[in-house]
C-alpha cells in the first residue's frame, strides 16, 4: 500500500471529522474473497467454509501497552494487529478477519490514525486476512480495541491438554520485546534489534498450524510472560511445569542489554512477553523441526496444580505482566 | 441470573486484580449450544451452521456515551449489549454470540464490572445469544468494546437497496431515548419513563428478520439520529429521502417534556438516537405490519445524493450525532 497523506498537514480527528475519518480507513482496507459485505453497513458478512469460526479479542491502551513516543503509529498499527493474529496461531488456526475500534482524542492528528490503520492493514495482509469493520470515537487517552475472526483446519489446541510426559516446546523469538522495552524504558535506543522487536513483533504465523497437525496437546501465544503462560498451559491441564533454564539460548543482544542493565538476560526470556512465540506441550516423539524443548509436564498435586518451577525451583524473578 | 457479590464490598479491581476479576465474570456468562470453545483459552470457538457469519464492533467511552452517575452498571450493561444486538438486527439477523473488551480505571469498584457483565448477559439472554470472551484492562476512563457476530438466515439487508418510488417505515419507539437525556442533562429524572428509555433501549429484535422476509430494500438501526440515519440509506443508495412530520405520533411523555423544556418534542424524534428503532424501505406493497410510514425515497440528481429533507424543506435542528 502506498503511503496516504489525503489530509492537510497537522489535521486533527476534530478537524477532519468521524465521517472523513472513516472514509480514508475504509480505503486502506483490502478485502479478501471471504468478505462478501466490507465495512460501511451496519455489519460486514463474511463467508465460511469450515463449519466454525474462532474469535478473540484485545484491548490496546495508550500509556499503558504502548507510548507514542516509543512506537511509530504505523509500529502501533503492527503490534496490535499481531497480537490478535497470535491468538489464532495460538489455537492451530488462521486469521481471517478483523474488526478495530479506535478511541482517541479530539486532538490527535488524523494522520497517525492513517500511519496506525496502514501498519495494521499490512501486518493482517502477512496472513491473508482482512480488517472488515471497525468503529471510532472520542476518548482522553488512545484505546484499540481488536477483534480477529479466523478458522482451524484441524482441530483447535486448546490450553486444557497437556499431560504428564508431555515436554514443553517453544518457537519463536522470546524475550527479545522485552529487552527492546528495558532498553526503551532508560531512555536509549539501541540495540537496535531489540527495540524494533519490541516495536514490531514478528510472531510465527506458520507455527500454529504445524503444532496442531503434529498433534500438539496445549498451546498458547507468549503475550504477558513465558513463566507465565507455562502456568496457564497447567493450570488448565491440570498438571505442573518444569522449564530448564540451560534449554535457552541467549542471543546477542540480549547479552549485551542485560550487561549493559545490570541484569540477568534470562530474565528477559522466562518473564518477558510481547514477542507472540509460541508454547506448546507435545508427546516427546512429536516436537515439530523448529521447535526448541525448554520443559517438563509433570503430574499435580491437587496443591500444586498451575504451578511452574524452573530447573525444580519456585522463580524468584518476574514472571509476567498483570493488567491491574 | 441471581445477583452475585463473591468481593468484599467497595473492593476495587485493583484490590480483585484480573484474573479475580476475570474468573467471576466468566461465571456470569451462560455458554449456548452454538459455543464449542467458550472463555478462557486464546480464542473462543464457534458453531456456524449458515455459511457465513455476521460481525459488528462497538465503542462506548465513559462520558461521552454514557455516566456512571445518570445510569446504572447494569443499565450500562444493557445499552452496550442492546446497542450491538441491533447492529445485528439492521441486517436482518440474529445475534448469536459477542465478545466484550473493559478498559477501565484500577480505582474502579469490582460490583460495578459484575453489574455490567450482569447487565450485558441479560441483554444477550433475550435474544439467545452468549458472550463468548473478552479482555479486561486498566485505563484512565472506563471504555467498553463489543463486538457482536451473527446469522442471517434470509439475505442480509444493506443500506444500499433503496429505490425511488419505496417508501420510508419505522418500527420501534423513537426518541424517547433523547427525551430522557434531555431530561437528565437538565437535572431532572422525570418522565420516568424517557429516562429509563435512555438508560435500557429495548430495541424491537425481532422486527429485522420480519422486514427482510417482508423483502426490506434497505434498513439501518436508528443510533445517531433518525435523519442521520435516513440520510445514510439515501447515501449509500443513491437516493434522496423525504420525510414527512405528520407521519410521527408524538407519545404523550414526549409531549410532557417538549413543555417542560421548551422544545418542540418532534426534535427528540427527527434528531434523536438511542432507542435502536428500525428504519427500512420497502416497495408500498410490502411494509409489514406494525411498521409506521414516515417517508419516501425520491430520485436523486447528483448533488443531491443522500440529502434528507422534511416535508419537502431542509431541517434546521440537529439531525443526529457525530464522533468527533
Redesign the interface.
Known amino acids: 500500500m502506498a503511503a496516504t497523506a489525503p489530509f492537510p498537514a497537522g489535521a486533527t480527528?476534530?478537524d477532519?471529522?468521524?465521517?472523513g475519518?472513516i472514509a480514508e480507513l475504509t480505503r486502506l482496507f483490502e478485502q479478501g474473497e471471504q468478505v462478501?459485505?466490507g465495512p460501511?453497513?451496519?455489519?460486514?458478512?463474511?463467508?465460511?467454509?469450515?463449519?466454525?469460526?474462532?474469535?478473540?479479542?484485545?484491548?490496546?491502551?495508550e500509556?499503558?501497552?504502548f507510548r507514542r513516543d516509543w512506537a511509530s503509529a504505523e509500529d502501533v498499527g503492527h503490534r496490535a494487529a499481531a497480537q490478535n493474529l497470535s491468538?489464532?496461531n495460538?489455537?492451530g488456526?488462521r486469521a481471517t478477519?478483523l474488526?478495530?475500534?479506535?478511541?482517541a482524542p479530539?486532538e490527535l492528528e488524523a494522520q497517525w490514525a492513517l500511519d496506525f490503520a496502514r501498519g495494521f492493514a499490512e501486518e493482517c495482509a502477512l496472513v491473508g486476512a482482512s480488517v472488515?469493520?471497525?468503529?471510532?470515537?472520542?476518548?482522553?487517552?488512545v484505546?484499540i480495541?481488536v477483534?480477529?475472526?479466523?478458522a482451524?483446519t484441524v482441530a483447535?489446541v486448546?490450553?486444557?491438554g497437556a499431560r504428564p510426559g508431555d515436554v514443553l516446546a517453544l518457537q519463536g523469538r522470546q524475550g527479545w520485546a522485552a529487552g527492546g522495552l528495558a532498553v526503551l524504558g532508560r531512555g536509549f535506543r539501541s540495540p537496535r534489534v531489540l527495540v524494533e522487536a519490541y516495536r514490531r513483533p514478528t510472531p510465527p504465523y506458520d507455527a500454529g498450524l504445524v503444532a496442531a497437525e503434529a498433534g500438539a496437546t496445549s498451546?498458547?501465544?507468549v503475550s504477558d510472560g513465558l513463566l507465565a503462560e507455562a502456568g496457564h498451559l497447567a493450570g488448565?491441564s491440570g498438571v505442573r511445569i518444569d522449564v530448564r533454564r540451560g534449554a535457552f539460548e541467549v542471543a546477542e543482544p540480549l547479552h549485551a542489554v542485560g550487561a549493559a542493565l545490570g541484569a540477568d538476560p534470562l530474565g528477559f526470556i522466562l518473564g518477558g512477553g510481547d514477542d507472540h512465540a509460541l508454547l506448546a506441550t507435545f508427546d516427546p516423539a512429536d516436537v515439530p523441526a523448529g521447535w526448541a524443548v525448554v520443559g517438563e509436564v509433570l503430574e499435580a498435586a491437587e496443591e500444586t496444580i498451575g504451578t511452574v518451577t524452573v530447573d525444580g525451583s519456585a522463580y524468584e524473578g518476574p514472571t509476567g505482566w498483570?493488567?491491574?
Do not use: K, N, W
Open positions: 480527528l476534530a477532519v471529522g468521524e465521517f475519518l462478501l459485505v460501511g453497513d451496519d455489519a460486514a458478512v463474511l463467508r465460511v467454509r469450515t463449519g466454525h469460526v474462532v474469535v478473540s479479542t484485545d484491548l490496546m491502551v500509556g499503558r501497552h491468538d489464532i495460538a489455537m488456526g478477519s474488526t478495530v475500534g479506535l478511541a479530539a472488515v469493520g471497525g468503529d471510532v470515537t472520542r476518548a482522553d487517552q484505546v480495541a477483534t480477529v475472526l479466523g482451524c483447535p486448546l490450553r486444557s498451546m498458547i501465544d488448565a498483570t493488567h491491574f
